[in-house]
C-alpha cells in the first residue's frame, strides 16, 4: 500500500456562488508524479491554491502527511511554481534566488551554494549577477523553477511548467520533474500536454467545471474507457463498410484508401468484430488499442473543449 | 495560523536592501531636500542681497524745512541722501544719465498733503512703500514740531510698546520652541508619505509581475504585509535621521542651536503619532494598492488616500490660530485626522496630558482596527491579476469570514 502524503476530501471553493471547485477528492501518495488535469477554467490553479494555503476552502479538507502523520500544511516544506509566473525583474538572480529560499527556511549561505549549483546545471551559471530583466523568457523559466526546488521540497506543486518552453527545454524539464521524483520527492503536475502527462505520471486526477471526472493510474483511466481505437488496413473490400456504418457501437469512422480507422465500444465483443470483419474484407493488418490520453481526456471534457488539449 | 517571526524578518530585509540602493528613495532623501532648500532659500538671498545695495537718493527740498530731519531719518540705510539744488528738469536728466539713483522731490505742498515725487533711473531698483515708510517718521517729527511740541514730548509720544507674552505656569514665549517640533513632525509626515508611495509601488510591482502567488505559498499575506510596512517604516526613519542630522548641522552655521531651548517634552509625544500614524496609512496603502491591477491606478489611488489624512495639513490656518480650539481639538479625536492635527497642534501650543494620552489611545486603536481590515483586503486582492478589485468586491472581503 502506499504511502500517501496528500489527502483532499470533499474540497468546495466558490467565488460569490460560482463553485471554481466543486466537492473533489483525491490523494497524492509519496514518491509519485501525480497528474492534475482540466481543460482552461475548470479550476485546476484555484484548487491548487487552496491546496497551497493562499487561498482558503469553502468546505472540505486538505491534509498532508509529512512524516506519515496527519498535519496541517508545512510551506516550507513545499514547492510551488504557479502557472501566473514572475520573479524580480529588477533583482540579481543570485539575490532573488537566496531570498525566496530564505522564506522556506534555508540559510542564505547553503541557499547561495545551492543556486549556485542550479544555475551551473541550467547553463545560467554567468547570469548569476544579472538582473532578471536581462534574461530571455527561457532562461527566466529555469530560473523560476530552480526557486521552486532549492529548498529541497518533498511535495513539488508544478502548474503549466512546460507552457512557453521550446521543445529542448521541455525535455529538460521533463527530465528534471523525472530527477525530482528519483531523488524522493511528491510531484503534483498539472499540464496540458498529453503526450507529457502520459510519459510523466504515475496517475492522473482529471476535473472539468470544478467536478471530478477521472481518477487512477493511466491503466485504470485506460481499461475504464469505455472506447477502442481500431484501424483495419485491407486489400480487397467486399462490405465491411457497410457492415461498419450500420453498427451501433461505432463512431469517427473514417476511410482512407484501402485504410479505416473507428472507435469501438467495449460493450461489442473484439472476437465476434474480427471474426465479420474478417469475411467482409482481405485483411493485412488489425490494430485494436486503448485510447490515447489525449483521446480520454477529450471524450471526458466533452466537444467544447476538444481543442484544448495537445 | 500564528505569524512567523522569522518570515516577517526576511522580507523586512529584502525590501529595506532592494529600495535603500533605489534611484527613488536616494533622490528622495538627497535631492529633493537640496532642491527644496535652493528654491526655498535662493530667492530670498538673492532678494535680500539687492534690497541692503546702496542707492544714491537726491533730495530737493524746496522747503528748506526737511533737511536735518531727513538726513536724520535716512542715516544707517542704504538710501544715501544727498541734498541738492537746481531745475527739476536738469536735476532729473541727471539722474537719467546715472549721477544718482533717484530724485525726491519736496515742495511746500508737500508738508501738508504728503505727496511728494520720486524719479528713479530704473523702477526696480526702488520699493516706494520701503521709503514712504522711512520718510514717514520724519514728516510726523515734522508736523508735531509746527504744533508746538517739544522734542522731549516728541520722544514720548513715539515711544514703541512692546508686549511680553508667558504662561501663567511660568513658561515663556519662545517661537523657535513651537516652530522647530512643528517642522519636525512635517518632515516625520512627508517622509511617511514617501515611503507610503514606495511601498505602494511595491505592492503594484509584485502584484503586476505575479510573484505575490510564490510568495503567498510560502507565507502568509500577513507576515507579508508586516515585513513590508517594517521596512518601509525603518527607511522613513533612516530618511528623516539623515534630514534632521543634515539640517541640523548646516543650521548649526548659522544658529545657536543650544540657545533655542527646544522643548523635547513636545518632540517626545510627536512619537506615537508618528509611529501609529504611520502603520495606519501604510495599511492603508498597502491594501489599496493590492485592489488596483496597475501603477497608474495606483498613484490616483495614493492621491485619494492621502488626501484623507492630509486634509488637516490644508486646515492648518485654523489650527493653529486656535490649536486649542473646538475646531483642532474635534479633527484631534478622528483617528484618521489625529496625526497630522496633533502633530501640528504640538508645535502650537502647549496641549493637554489628557488628550495626548485619549487621542493616542483612539490612534492605537483604530491603527489595530484598520490593519485588520487591511489585511483581509490585502490578502483577497492580492491575487486578482487582471482587474481592480470592485468597491463590492472590497466590501465583501470586509465583511465576510471568508475571502
Excluded at chain 2, 488637516?312 to 489650527?319: D, G, N, T, V, W
Excluded at chain 2, 496625526?339 to 493616542?360: D, H, K, N, Q
Aim: proline letters at 5%; charged letters at 20%; hydrophobic letters at 50%.
Amino acid at each position: 500500500m502506499p504511502e500517501t502524503m496528500l489527502e483532499v476530501r470533499n474540497l468546495s471553493r466558490y467565488y460569490n456562488s460560482f463553485p471554481a471547485v466543486d466537492d473533489i477528492s483525491f490523494a497524492v501518495h509519496k514518491h509519485e508524479i501525480m497528474g492534475f488535469l482540466g481543460p482552461n477554467g475548470a479550476g485546476k490553479t484555484t484548487a491548487i491554491r487552496v491546496i497551497l494555503g493562499i487561498l482558503p476552502p469553502s468546505s472540505g479538507s486538505v491534509q498532508f502527511f509529512w512524516d506519515g502523520v496527519p498535519g496541517p500544511l508545512d510551506k516550507q516544506r513545499v514547492g510551488y511554481l504557479p502557472e501566473e509566473r514572475g520573479l524580480y525583474d529588477d533583482a540579481r538572480v543570485l539575490d532573488s534566488l537566496v531570498y525566496l529560499a530564505a522564506l522556506k527556511g534555508v540559510s542564505p549561505a547553503q541557499a547561495r551554494e545551492r543556486a549556485l549549483r542550479w544555475l551551473e546545471t541550467m547553463d545560467l551559471g554567468a547570469y548569476a549577477h544579472h538582473k532578471l530583466e536581462k534574461l530571455s523568457k527561457g532562461m527566466q523559466q529555469k530560473v523560476q523553477f530552480i526557486a521552486t526546488v532549492l529548498h529541497q521540497p518533498e511535495l513539488v506543486v508544478l502548474d503549466e511548467p512546460f507552457s512557453g518552453l521550446d521543445p529542448i527545454n521541455q525535455d529538460l524539464f521533463k527530465n528534471l520533474i523525472l530527477e525530482l521524483r528519483n531523488q524522493g520527492s511528491t510531484v503534483l503536475l498539472s499540464a496540458h500536454q498529453m503526450n507529457v502527462v502520459q510519459e510523466l505520471c504515475d496517475r492522473i486526477f482529471l476535473i472539468n467545471k470544478g467536478k471530478p471526472v477521472l481518477y487512477g493510474t493511466l491503466e485504470e483511466i485506460r481499461d475504464q474507457h469505455p472506447e477502442n481505437i481500431v484501424e483495419i488496413r485491407y486489400a480487397e473490400e467486399k462490405g465491411l463498410l457497410e457492415y461498419l456504418r450500420s453498427l451501433e457501437h461505432v463512431r469517427e469512422l473514417h476511410s482512407n484508401g484501402n485504410a479505416v480507422q473507428l472507435k469501438l465500444n467495449t460493450a461489442v465483443d473484439p472476437n465476434s468484430f474480427l471474426e465479420q470483419a474478417g469475411r467482409l474484407c482481405t485483411v493485412k493488418s488489425i490494430k485494436i488499442e486503448k485510447p490515447s490520453l489525449h483521446e480520454i481526456f477529450i471524450h471526458a471534457v466533452g466537444g467544447e473543449n476538444a481543442n484544448e488539449a495537445s | 495560523m500564528p505569524m512567523k517571526r522569522a518570515n516577517v524578518a526576511s522580507v523586512f530585509k529584502w525590501e529595506f536592501r532592494k529600495h535603500i540602493r533605489s534611484p527613488l528613495f536616494l533622490i528622495f532623501t538627497f535631492l529633493v531636500p537640496a532642491i527644496m532648500a535652493i528654491t526655498g532659500f535662493l530667492p530670498g538671498f538673492i532678494i535680500e542681497r539687492m534690497s541692503v545695495a546702496e542707492k544714491a537718493l537726491w533730495v530737493l527740498d524746496e522747503t528748506g524745512q526737511m533737511v536735518e530731519i531727513l538726513d536724520a531719518a535716512l542715516e544707517d540705510t542704504k538710501f544715501k541722501a544727498e541734498f541738492v539744488e537746481g531745475d527739476v528738469e536738469d536735476l532729473t536728466a541727471q539722474v537719467s544719465e546715472g549721477a544718482a539713483d533717484g530724485l525726491l522731490h519736496i515742495v511746500p505742498a508737500s508738508l501738508e498733503t504728503g505727496e511728494m515725487n520720486l524719479y528713479v533711473r530704473d523702477i526696480r531698483d526702488f520699493s516706494r512703500s520701503e521709503l514712504e515708510q522711512l520718510l514717514q517718521p520724519a514728516f510726523t517729527q515734522y508736523r508735531l514740531g509746527v504744533t508746538g511740541i517739544s522734542p522731549q514730548e516728541f520722544t514720548f509720544i513715539l515711544a514703541p510698546i512692546s508686549v511680553r507674552m508667558s504662561s501663567v505656569s511660568g513658561e515663556e514665549e519662545n517661537v523657535l520652541s513651537f516652530i522647530i517640533p512643528f517642522f519636525a513632525g512635517m518632515i516625520l509626515f512627508v517622509s511617511v508619505l514617501f515611503s507610503g508611495q514606495i511601498l505602494m509601488q511595491s505592492v503594484i510591482k509584485e502584484k503586476r509581475n505575479r510573484i505575490v502567488e510564490i510568495l503567498l505559498s510560502s507565507l502568509s499575506a500577513l507576515e507579508l504585509l508586516a515585513g513590508k510596512i517594517l521596512a518601509f517604516g525603518a527607511l522613513a526613519l533612516l530618511q528623516i535621521a539623515i534630514w534632521i542630522g543634515v539640517g541640523a548641522t548646516v543650521a548649526s552655521r548659522f544658529v545657536d542651536l543650544s540657545a533655542i531651548g527646544l522643548d523635547y517634552t513636545q518632540l517626545l509625544y510627536a512619537l506615537p503619532y508618528f509611529f501609529l500614524g504611520y502603520l495606519l496609512l501604510a495599511t492603508l496603502f498597502a491594501a489599496v494598492a493590492a485592489t488596483m491591477k496597475d501603477a497608474e491606478s495606483g498613484s490616483q489611488a495614493h492621491g485619494l488616500v492621502i488626501m484623507i489624512p492630509m486634509l488637516p495639513l490644508f486646515l492648518s490656518a485654523p489650527i493653529m490660530m486656535a490649536p486649542n480650539g473646538v475646531f483642532a481639538r474635534v479633527l484631534s479625536f478622528i483617528p484618521v485626522f489625529t496625526p497630522a492635527a496633533m502633530l501640528m497642534r504640538l508645535g502650537a501650543a502647549s496641549i493637554p496630558l489628557w488628550e495626548v494620552v485619549a487621542t493616542s489611545l483612539i490612534l492605537l486603536v483604530a491603527t489595530v482596527f484598520f490593519l485588520k481590515l487591511g489585511a483581509r483586503v490585502y490578502q483577497g486582492s492580492l491575487l486578482k491579476f487582471d482587474s481592480a478589485a470592485s468597491i463590492k468586491e472590497i466590501l465583501g472581503m470586509l465583511t465576510k469570514e471568508q475571502l
